[in-house]
């Protein structure tokens, strides 16, 4: 004898409702290509051979097997959640995009995608990105992107996205070494737990930042400039200035590292650094403010030089900064832990670090071979003077 089920007809019918509205509430399309072109009003495009409907409640999903990798948004559509992923690069195109609804959603993998629409956040945007993926668009609206995912995501539209930037991990990288047109054009603050890399082609071209704060790395390329506004620029992470100009007061435990280009304090404004190294070529901008670098303790070399406009060195920390490259910093410089000017290799400009100093720790002067000189306007403190190599 079969026993009696344990659901009566209409509680069973009401559990079959309350299981299914989740899966109704997501307008589901998935793309096959096998329309004949490739536009996304195509109803032989898709699955089912009904065109997604553009609406905050539309999922429209890219994958295999598909006959067509290039699918164009022939006119503008709305949708919630977009998916791509399979082996073979996708390359959408065509007319905007506006991303809206209940947590609206990218998400990709497989393998490096790009999306060339216009997007429009009318709410926050979640980005998951397991593999590569390039927004060649236009980013506009004041709602919020949230990047995740070990991919790199890479933004080269302008205007790009104004609203809050949060990387939570893996990579963003604004620009591809081509000039961004456009000054302004990341207004935004970022949370950066990732690395944010900014390249930004030629001189001339702006980044600009509304602040940057988190645990991640700052990388900067490419002969442009990235700009500060407003105060809020206190991370954690490694900065790393490969070429270029990076303006900005910035408040940082990691190390700077300048390969290339300039770092400038902003005009009169106060910059910290766990330590500083650096490359000869580059150039320190004190710009009439203060640079506070060593408090993580280590011991690095710095190569480059310092402009013209003076300002504030402090070197904290119990480790060694030794600075060689010439002409040196001409401003008031501190020091705490162990200052050494020169390696013992040719200074040969006199005059290179003419401003008083204040040494409560260590000043080594190694300036090589006799006829090199380096000029102290002034010395005090409780620290100690040591001076090696033959110059005066």
């Known amino acids: 004898m079969i026993g009696r089920l344990p659901f009566r007809r209409k509680e069973l019918a009401a559990l079959m409702v309350t299981l299914w509205i989740p899966g109704a509430s997501m307008a589901q399309t ?147 070494g081509a000039p961004l047109a456009v000054s302004g054009n990341f207004g935004g603050a970022v949370v950066n737990n990732g690395t944010l890399v900014v390249d930004n082609g030629a001189a001339g071209n702006f ?66 650094f766990g330590s500083l190294a650096g490359s000869a070529g580059t150039t320190i901008d004190l710009n009439g403010g203060t640079l506070t670098v060593g408090g993580d303790n280590s011991s690095t070399t710095y190569s480059g030089t310092f402009s013209a406009i003076p300002g504030n060195l402090v070197k904290a920390g119990t480790g060694t900064l030794i600075l060689e490259g010439a002409p040196l910093h001409t401003g008031t410089t501190t020091i705490n832990g162990t200052l050494q000017i020169g390696t013992g290799a040719p200074l040969a400009v006199s005059g290179n670090f003419g401003g008083a100093v204040v040494n409560n720790g260590t000043l080594v002067v190694d300036n090589g071979a006799a006829g090199n000189f380096v000029v102290l306007a002034g010395l005090t403190g409780t620290g100690s003077l040591i001076k090696n190599g033959g110059g005066t």
Do not use: C, E, M
Request: glycine share 16%; net charge neutral; charged share 5%.
């Open 207 to 272: 980044v600009v930042l509304a602040g940057l704060t988190g645990t991640g790395s700052l990388i900067k390329n490419g002969g442009g400039t990235l700009n500060a506004i407003g105060p809020d620029w206190n991370y954690s992470g490694n900065t790393t200035l490969n070429a270029g100009i990076i303006d900005a007061p910035i408040i940082s435990t990691g190390r700077l590292t300048v390969n290339g280009g300039i770092f400038r304090n902003n005009l009169l404004s106060s910059s910290s």
């Open 30 to 176: 998935v793309w096959n290509g096998g329309g004949g072109d490739s536009n996304w009003s195509t109803g032989a495009n898709w699955v089912g051979s009904a065109a997604p409907p553009s609406s905050n409640t539309s999922f429209v999903q890219f994958g295999l097997p598909s006959v067509n990798f290039t699918p164009n948004a022939d006119s503008p559509w709305t949708l919630n959640r977009l998916d791509i992923s399979g082996a073979t690069s996708y390359a959408l195109t065509g007319s905007t995009l506006t991303f809206s609804g209940t947590l609206p959603q990218i998400n990709t993998g497989g393998a490096a995608h790009s999306i060339a629409n216009d997007l429009i956040l009318a709410a926050t945007l979640g980005l998951t990105n397991s593999t590569d993926v390039s927004l060649t668009g236009a980013i506009t609206g004041a709602s919020s992107l949230n990047k995740s995912g070990v991919g790199t995501l890479t933004l080269s539209g302008a205007p790009l996205n104004t609203g809050t930037t949060t990387i939570s991990t893996g990579t963003l990288q604004i620009g591809t």
